[in-house]
DNA sequence: AACACAATACTCACACTGTCCAGATGGTCG
DNA sequence: CGACCATCTGGACAGTGTGAGTATTGTGTT
């Protein structure tokens, strides 16, 4: 199906098995999430031995590895599309705050349209060496921005605004990702059943209780240190 | 190991071959996650045929499933043992938001002390027909609470408190839940790396916001609706 | 108390998986 | 043209979930 002609120089026998090993896997991904990567499975939609792969990567988890970083680069995709149709107020500090909610929406939007992939590049398998994280760029390697880069443009609008203090950047990034992620994995794992509407509510419910956590003028209560040593 | 005693009636030739079944995958889970529960391995644990234990249960993923809810009951006794070690501060309103810090940071501190059986648990596989919520009780088959009881618990102290309108505490719920269970999913799936102070830090972080944002004494706007229907 | 029944556990079998090892294939370069 | 070497293929092995049929054993009935 899909075919890659290969970028750096002509390869052997298939044309570019990588490249079209990953492209089955996220065919395979998309719909059965990542325990539905199958090696086998993979080399027969490519027409090929099931150890072909054996040449390209050393076991079936960094293939798995390498689908999850394309997922990752579609899911960004998507948020920046989502993100282009915003219409955003004229107030300045309004429209960081509402940049903000549409990142988060555009997060919990594409886990819940594709969740075979967010599955498969939030990695639930703990058994792959994956260790996301080891790619330091703001992009994937077809030039997508990666999810996290729309998530810190949003805050770094928010300070711009004066909603944000600096300092408070840092940790503005956990609670963002905590809520957005959190959202994500609820609705694909612990309540499949709500509707879209239920789904939409709880989205906006909690993007307001974050930003209004965030943009509170008063300096945050730094207790936690305090209470957390109180403990055990 | 783990010897069980059949309480209602003497079983037939093992003693009680399902508890005991689900013991064992108890403890598979524990260290290697709902991956690691194999119908064979628990067999072989049991030291019955691997056959044996569809007497007991259609599938594995039943199994699973059985294995998932004895841990979500274990994570509700942690969550009490911790809750019950809080001192809590004179001041009503700001006992009832430490109470409710507490709840979120004895949910992600079960997460990180025991992920095999959060992530069992939490059941990151799509396959079961699991289906959480079935069961609507407030305790689980061994009487031990549910971890979501904590939360409304702490929710209801907070309207007690003055601190939160009746309405809201719907939506609290959500972003609530949403704070800590995506904290804990990034710290085991996303967050390997960190250590255990800026697991602290973050989760204090975290929470700061949620109570800053839940808390708020100006009234939640209602803007959610109108800015996602102007969209895609 | 002895027997029949039904619940329980076991044996055999199959299709499927990931991965290792040796050999075949065919581009690339001296 | 011939040698090399990356690439792909075939066979094989251990291990998995699950189905069908069979042996075993506790329990209720006569």
Redesign the pocket.
Known sequence: MVEKRPRT??????????AALIAAGVTLARDGGPHA????????AV?????????????????KSAVAQRARGDMGQAMGAHLDAVEEPADRAEAAKTYLREVGRAYVHYAVAEPGLFRTAMGGDPTGITVPGTSTGDRDDQGRPKPKVFLERALARLVEAGCLRPADTGRAVMASWAAVHGLSTMFLDLLPQLTAEEQETAIGDALDVLVAGLTRTGQAPRSSAAISGSLK
Not at 9 to 18: I, M, S, V
């Open positions: 120089r002509a390869t052997y026998h298939h044309g570019d098995l990588r990567v199958v090696l086998r499975e993979v080399a027969r027409g090929v031995a099931p150890n072909s792969a054996y040449g390209h990567f050393p076991t079936l988890t960094a293939l």
